[in-house]
């Protein structure tokens, strides 16, 4: 994987934004942004320091160990991320945003749903005026 897709993917599971990485730089978000993109060269003293940043070796950002296997470092708040050399990511994060994303996508066919629900209890109702009139206007032979 291309060092900008790596340096992304990094900050992705640390649920870091461009913004946030580029203040902990001192750089500009477009700046960053750049570096992300692979649109400007850096400088090793940069790489050292955005590996800084992300608590990460600088050999990991090259791969340069094919078996290299790591650990992000991780504070009390955030689930360690453990990412292979292929840069998969093997935790429970991803199922996590798989089933959020899923639970989401359910919400919203159960808010459909019942909004079908109450239009079709609106018609029900409608027909059951529907059907009073007409059982008055049998009776009353008009």
């Known amino acids: 994987m291309e060092l900008p897709k790596k340096l992304k993917l990094v900050r992705s599971l640390k649920s870091w934004t461009q913004e946030e990485v580029a203040d902990k730089l001192g750089i500009s978000t477009q700046s960053y942004a750049k570096i992300e993109r692979g649109e400007t060269d850096v400088n090793l003293s940069r790489l050292q320091q955005i590996a800084d940043v ?20 991780c504070d009390n708040n955030t689930q360690c991320q453990k990412i292979d050399n292929n840069w998969n990511v093997n935790s429970s994060s991803t199922e996590q945003i798989k089933y959020k994303y899923e639970l989401e996508k359910a919400n919203l066919i159960i808010e459909e749903r019942e909004r079908e629900i109450d239009y079709l209890k609106q018609q029900i109702n409608d027909l059951r005026e529907i059907n009073n009139l007409l059982k008055k206007q049998e009776k009353t032979g008009n």
């Open 54 to 73: 992300m608590e990460i070796g600088l050999s990991q950002l090259f791969d340069l160990d094919e078996k290299n296997v790591f650990n992000l470092t």
